[in-house]
């Protein structure tokens, strides 16, 4: 997989994570990319009157800062044998800094343990929402409880062709770029791969209405056609990841394709939870060149109820709402 030129992970020093700092290593090392290890600390406020400014303020900051930069390369050191690795501390609100170093760096891979706020009774906290709706590049979230390799990778795409054709366009680029990680990832992870798309006949419940007098077969025919419309649409996206991958990449994965009727704020976190998955792939925004219109209710949906690590993909032209500025 060459995929990646710049990453960027995310660690919390107090809080160790190996297999996260492997799994960044090792992509750093498939892509021949270079690697930067960051840390996010608070920014020292006193309530005793110490102003923010003031050398005593001052000092206990750079301290802080100088422990938690010692803590890095400590974790860079042994990796740098074969590896181009850089650390920086940032201070400030973490998703913002993360988002600004991005920027700054021209990162165009973000890792980091995922949050895990059990009081919530799901996988991701506030700042993994945040850097979702608002980092430009893709956003790899691992549960650092996950096995390495991963076992199965699910791509979860939307094949649906009934958007408006600026917006299907989008659509269809990141279905592409969903798939060409996925199956990169599980080619370099030896997993299964699984492809999934969810449909439904809009209006079918509609019909089945007492007052519409439509009979059962009529409304059995129009879902039927919903349904073979988005297979056909499935396998379109399926010859395209041979011609990307070859067929022999794609005979040796021999990826597992799900059709599923319903919603997909349903579906897909059920379906990973079904297989077993350990990580799932997918979009986050359908609109783009709008800084602040960043991510669907469907997609955050999906992601709140997920159980498993998520690589997170921006459509090309995605803007984002955080400045260098501001």
């Not at 005593?56 to 802080?64: I, K």
């Amino acid at each position: 997989m060459k995929r990646f030129n710049n990453i960027l992970l995310v660690l919390d020093p107090a809080k160790p994570c190996a297999s996260l700092v492997e799994r960044a290593a090792a992509v750093t090392e498939n892509n021949q990319a270079n690697l930067k290890i960051v840390a996010v600390v608070p920014q020292f406020v006193f309530a005793s009157g110490l102003p923010s400014d003031g050398p005593v303020t001052m000092d206990l900051q750079a301290r802080f800062v100088a422990d938690q930069t010692d803590k890095l390369e400590a974790l860079a050191g042994p990796l740098r044998e074969r590896l181009s690795i850089g650390t920086k501390v940032l201070t400030g609100t973490p998703f913002l800094e993360v988002v600004r170093e991005v920027l700054r760096g021209a990162h165009d891979l973000v890792i980091k343990a995922a949050e895990n706020p059990g009081w919530l009774g799901r996988l991701l906290g506030s700042d993994d929402m945040h850097l979702l709706r608002k980092c430009p590049c893709p956003v790899w979230l691992v549960r650092c409880e996950a096995p390495t390799p991963y076992r199965r990778i699910l791509a979860a795409v939307d094949v649906d062709d009934s958007y408006a054709p600026e917006e299907l366009g989008t659509r269809r680029a990141l279905n592409r770029e969903v798939l060409e990680l996925a199956s990169a990832l599980a080619l370099s992870e030896f997993a299964e791969l699984h492809v999934a798309s969810v449909w439904d006949a809009i209006g079918e419940s509609f019909l089945r209405g007492a007052f519409m007098h439509t009979s059962d077969d009529a409304v059995a025919a129009y879902v039927e056609h919903s349904r073979q419309r988005n297979a056909r649409s499935l396998d379109v996206l399926m010859e395209e990841l041979n011609e990307f991958l070859g067929k022999d990449a794609v005979g040796y994965l021999e990826p597992k394709t799900h059709l599923v009727k319903g919603g997909a704020r349903r579906e897909i976190p059920a379906l990973a939870e079904q297989l077993e998955v350990d990580l799932v792939v997918m979009g986050t925004v359908a609109r783009t060149g709008i800084p602040g219109l960043i991510m669907g209710n469907t997609a955050e949906a999906i992601l709140e109820q997920l159980d498993c690590s998520v690589l997170a993909i921006k459509p090309p032209g995605f803007v984002s709402p955080v400045s260098l500025t501001h």
